[in-house]
């Protein structure tokens, strides 16, 4: 079992940036691969980025790729999104998840068993 913690999010202008942390409690975090997803207030929660437990695939949802990066550092129990480039529409709770699956990197909610308690990302125009 793990335990994720967010944080780094906050207000922001768009064309801004953050970096979001996901800090994991367990010391088998390197087993876990690691997601993205966000939730905007009436909307369902969606799939954001994704990374493999060796770091070395990720995989984008079309509308950040480009613009946000995931990566990962094992030795930390730590997992980050950069966000560049933020438009209001990215506006929305970012959560991070843990997966035991390998690749393909699972896009969907449901694939993920673990899940931090989420950081407010608010972008403004």
């Known amino acids: 079992q793990v335990q994720l913690v967010e944080s780094g999010g906050g207000l922001v202008q768009a064309g801004g940036s953050l970096n979001l942390s996901c800090a994991a409690s367990s010391g088998t975090f390197s087993r876990y691969g690691m997601g993205w997803f966000r939730q905007a207030p009436g909307k369902e929660r969606e799939f954001v980025a994704a990374?493999?437990?060796?770091?070395?695939?990720?995989s984008y949802a079309s509308s950040v790729k480009g613009r946000f990066t995931i990566s990962r550092d094992n030795a930390k129990n730590t997992m980050y999104l950069q966000m560049n480039s933020l438009k209001p529409e990215d506006t929305a709770v970012y959560y991070c998840?843990?997966?035991?699956?390998?690749?393909?990197?699972?896009?969907?909610?449901?694939?993920?068993?673990?899940w931090g308690q989420g950081t407010q990302v608010t972008v403004s125009s």
């Open positions: 998840a843990a997966t035991p699956r390998l690749l393909p990197l699972p896009v969907t909610t449901a694939a993920y068993d673990y």
């Open positions: 990374i493999t437990q060796s770091g070395t695939s990720t």
